[in-house]
């Protein structure tokens, strides 16, 4: 059995320090809206989008400035509990570790508002996770259950094909397991996602993470695993469309009893795809209070068609359906409760 363990708390607030500013006093009301997280040095992560959405705003509250601090997912909740940021755009799913942090400063857990959705294959823009089989291999589809029991261990892990329905000769050949890290965020997201919030992992996945090649130039991981499926018959293995290789195809996969469907740019755009990945943003809001008129001001633009229509213009990410953009929107409401983000309780536990 293989485990991911994220941290502790006190070791997330130290870390967290680090790309963070010394919290000062209480914000000036006409101090702007400070946005944390998810970005990087010389890339482009979500930051045009975010100009996109701050200069659109502005055309009907010119009063409301915006300073924008977008260096990384790991200062994105630490600028909330420092008071240092009013909206934190995570990259990845939040870790229990800094809802623990979060929670040891304020005694709630943040709000997380969902307010795009990932790509179907674009880097860096929180593209959708695929399962894979070599071409050769006819399983026809798995359910989500099925994807737990395969990668996972809380069960006895199939180990022929046979046991994923598959006959003839096929029902008694091996299954070989690849995939990501187990310690990157798309491991943390199948354990949310897909595994009901285990930790445990099935030892036989092979885990692949980034190499370089002889020339100096990186070979992705997701790169890698596509290529051993298609190296081998009896392979299957998440990765990301964005990865290519001629030997391989994608598995529609599915809830118990389906449908089973393939990532498409429809599938993804109405969430009927079951590995759709969203990117959320967290505020401190008090539970039972409004949040701060400003920051619930531009998230309801950022939620309405106009800013999902921004989302399509820039390209890149996926704007999220009416349906969800509305119930994200009533996130907001003051009278409406807040639940802790969804977690691990086996992770960065105390």
């Not at 990932?118 to 880097?123: F, M, P, Q, V």
């Not at 989500?144 to 996972?152: S, V």
């Not at 199948?190 to 595994?195: A, F, I, N, P």
Request: proline share 7%; charged share 20%; hydrophobic share 40%.
């Amino acid at each position: 059995m293989s485990c991911r363990f994220v941290g502790h708390t006190a070791t997330a607030l130290l870390l967290s320090l680090f790309c963070l500013p010394i919290a000062g006093q209480a914000v000036p009301a006409q101090t702007p809206v400070r946005i944390w997280g998810h970005g990087a040095l010389g890339h482009d992560y979500i930051e045009s989008l975010v100009i996109k959405w701050e200069t659109d705003f502005r055309k009907t509250h010119p009063e409301i400035q915006f300073d924008n601090e977008l260096h990384g997912t790991a200062s994105a909740i630490g600028s909330l509990y420092t008071g240092t940021g009013d909206i934190a755009i995570m990259g990845r799913e939040i870790w229990p570790v800094e809802v623990d942090a979060f929670e040891d400063v304020h005694h709630y857990p943040p709000l997380g508002i969902d307010v795009v959705t990932g790509s179907l294959d674009i880097r860096n823009k929180d593209f959708a996770l695929v399962v894979f089989v070599n071409r050769a291999n006819p399983l026809a589809h798995l359910s989500l259950p099925q994807i737990a029991k395969l990668f996972g261990a809380e069960q006895t892990p199939p180990s022929t094909w046979g046991e994923l329905g598959l006959t003839g000769e096929w029902a008694a050949r091996p299954i070989h397991l690849y995939g990501f890290e187990i310690h990157r965020g798309f491991g943390y997201y199948l354990e949310q996602r897909v595994m009901n919030g285990s930790i445990k992992w099935n030892p036989a996945l092979a885990e692949l993470g980034d190499v370089k090649n002889a020339d100096g130039s990186l070979l992705d991981a997701g790169q890698r695993i596509v290529d051993a499926i298609g190296a081998d018959p009896d392979a299957i293995g998440y990765s990301s469309l964005l990865y290519k290789n001629l030997d391989i195809r994608a598995v529609p996969i599915g809830p118990e009893g389906g449908p089973f469907l393939l990532p498409t740019h429809e599938t993804l755009a109405n969430h009927s795809y079951a590995l759709t990945r969203s990117i959320t943003a967290y505020i401190d809001r008090v539970p039972g209070k409004p949040a701060d008129p400003r920051v619930d001001a531009f998230l309801r633009y950022v939620l309405s068609p106009e800013g999902q229509q921004a989302v399509v213009e820039d390209g890149g990410y996926t704007a999220l359906p009416p349906t969800v953009a509305n119930a994200e929107a009533e996130k907001l409401d003051s009278q409406r409760g807040q639940k802790a983000p969804a977690r691990n309780p086996a992770a960065g536990t105390k």
